[in-house]
């Protein structure tokens, strides 16, 4: 379902398909427990395009959650701009910004920048 890396310092989550409903909760759980391992880090998730389904981004919005209240910078990727969209229409706003990119080297570049 997912993979991660380290790039540069930022950590890269990559989800590879959609959970669906019964499986974003697992999905979510991943995410937090990488980040948590992580931290300070930030974050960059990497939605594959079979990934761009509602759970998977009902999944990373509630990530985002989970990383403004560590303070944890989190940016996502995915190259369907109806998605980005979605996941910016829909983001938490009561903390720090979620960062939607069409490109995986912007998002992890930009993350290292502001990290640094």
Do not use: K
């Not at 999905?27 to 998977?56: F, M, R, S």
């Not at 995915?78 to 069409?102: F, K, M, Q």
């Amino acid at each position: 379902m997912l993979s991660h890396t380290l790039e540069r310092g930022v950590l890269v989550i990559t989800v590879d398909q959609d959970p669906g409903i019964d499986g974003r909760a697992t999905l979510t759980t991943y995410i937090t427990n990488l980040v948590d391992a992580h931290q300070p880090a930030p974050v960059v998730i990497v939605l594959t395009e079979p990934a761009g389904g509602h759970a998977a981004v009902s999944a990373v919005l509630r990530a985002h959650q989970w990383c403004a209240r560590l303070g944890v910078l989190m940016s996502v990727v995915t190259h369907s701009a109806p998605v980005r969209r979605l996941l910016e229409d829909n983001a938490d706003t009561s903390g720090p910004r979620l960062v939607v990119h069409a490109r995986a080297d912007t998002a992890i570049s930009t993350a290292f920048t502001a990290a640094a």
